[in-house]
């Protein structure tokens, strides 16, 4: 039966991945409400927008009334909760922003939620679900081969995980996690979260590591790398993340938490190089790009490792990912090469390249 969805955070990188999945894919209509800060682009969703199921409303998650307008005016059966201040770096230049958006913002969508749901008709209110989507952040960081003796097995996260988070960023999400579970364990509101690993992909804001990184090798700049380049990240295709999170929104069980990982560990240094290599081959310069790299100081409180174990969601939900990293990193690159204007537009407007997360 076709559900009416409400995808806070629609216009982001990883919101819309789950917009078009669902328009694309699926026959359920979608209610994107977006507030549209930086990372919010519109231009995302040109291939979906004209759809009759999809919907959009400009709202901001920490005005109640309007969330309150949008839940009341299209009645969804699920809320999707994207909407978040996400990239680390910017949470050590600005902690106040994550704090309002991601902790203040979910409050004020919990409580709209729990007023709507205690509106609905008995059948209605029994098949409603609100799904947070969280980050593996949250757990902290992991140990790192370079901390144990060869051969090792290294731990990974799962849902029981106890949480030590490590920035603005990761404490800011932790928190929300925290409200949305108690929101369930005390007032009944039907919730679930999920937490993934590093999301990489088409339409990705040029802030972070991969599009950065190609971008800047196409433009002949500086291919920064914190620290040693060791740090360790499990990623993930976002298109594989949207599945998985449509997965969850329409068949995981309520209380329940499902951790989304790519079976991808990397350190940074080998995503560049694999990047540069890519490059290489398919535009190829006199020099390779990887000539471009260049270390930089670290980033205060840098985690180390994250990996997920994702067996859960697979056992109960039957989803893994399709895409290899090697299969999804192509497919990023080849992205970025035929869809200039798209980030050129990003480049031109509110980012510029530059680092951020230094003023400490």
Not at 321 to 339: D, H, M, Q, V
């Amino acid at each position: 039966m076709s559900k009416t969805i409400v995808v806070t955070g629609g216009a982001g990188f990883i919101g819309s991945a789950v917009v078009r999945h669902l328009i694309n894919d699926t026959d359920h209509a979608v209610v994107n409400l977006d507030k549209l800060t930086y990372a919010g682009n519109l231009e995302s969703l040109t291939s979906v927008s004209s759809n009759s199921r999809y919907s959009f409303e400009q709202v901001d998650i920490c005005d109640a009334d309007e969330v309150k307008r949008v839940l009341n005016t299209h009645q969804p059966d699920i809320i999707m909760h994207l909407a978040a201040e996400s990239h680390v770096d910017r949470s050590i230049d600005g902690p106040g922003e994550f704090i309002q958006t991601n902790v203040v913002g979910t409050y004020v969508l919990l409580e709209q939620a729990r007023a709507y749901w205690s509106m609905l008709d008995e059948n209605k209110k029994a098949g409603f679900k609100f799904h947070h989507i969280s980050t593996d952040e949250v757990y902290g960081d992991l140990l790192h081969p370079d901390e144990v003796a060869p051969g090792t097995e290294l731990p990974l996260f799962t849902e029981t995980t106890p949480y030590a988070p490590s920035s603005p960023y990761s404490a800011s999400k932790a928190s929300s996690d925290q409200l949305v579970r108690s929101w369930l364990r005390t007032y009944k509101l039907p919730t679930l979260v999920t937490n993934c690993s590093n999301n990489y992909g088409p339409y990705h804001f040029p802030e972070k590591l991969i599009p950065l990184v190609i971008l800047n090798a196409l433009a002949g700049k500086p291919l920064p790398i914190y620290g040693k380049g060791n740090q360790i990240r499990d990623w993930l295709y976002v298109e594989d993340h949207a599945r998985a999170l449509v997965v969850v929104a329409l068949n995981g069980e309520i209380g329940e938490t499902y951790n989304i990982g790519g079976h991808n560990e990397k350190q940074n240094i080998e995503v560049v190089k694999v990047i540069c290599e890519i490059l290489d081959e398919i535009v190829p310069r006199e020099t390779s790009y990887a000539a471009q790299i260049t270390y930089v100081q670290d980033r205060p409180g840098h985690d180390m490792r994250y990996a997920i174990d994702a067996s859960k969601i697979k056992r109960q939900l039957g989803w893994t990912p399709e895409e290899t990293f090697e299969s999804g990193i192509r497919k990023t690159i080849e992205w970025y090469l035929a869809n200039e204007g798209w980030w050129r537009a990003v480049l031109d407007g509110t980012y510029q390249g530059q680092r951020l997360g230094t003023e400490i």
